[in-house]
């Protein structure tokens, strides 16, 4: 699937995102901080899924 230079940023900025969060869970193992910050990356990888979906649905260049 060929996508726009918009549906990449958005894509890499999640991705860091997400990263971030599973760096901290992994760094603070066995506190709740790690537990949350597992959590709310899960909920992050949804929110990108659902943006990237609702964007290639608008967008002309990617559809």
């Given at each position: 699937m060929k996508t726009c230079h918009q549906f990449?940023?958005?894509?890499?900025?999640?991705?860091?995102?997400?990263?971030?969060?599973l760096a901290h869970s992994k760094r603070?193992?066995?506190?709740?901080?790690?537990?949350?910050?597992?959590?709310?990356a899960a909920s992050t990888k949804q929110r990108m899924a659902r943006a990237l979906n609702s964007h290639v649905g608008r967008c002309p260049e990617c559809g």
């Open positions: 990449d940023t958005v894509r890499v900025e999640y991705e860091r995102e997400i990263g971030f969060m603070h193992e066995g506190r709740p901080a790690a537990n949350t910050s597992a959590k709310q």
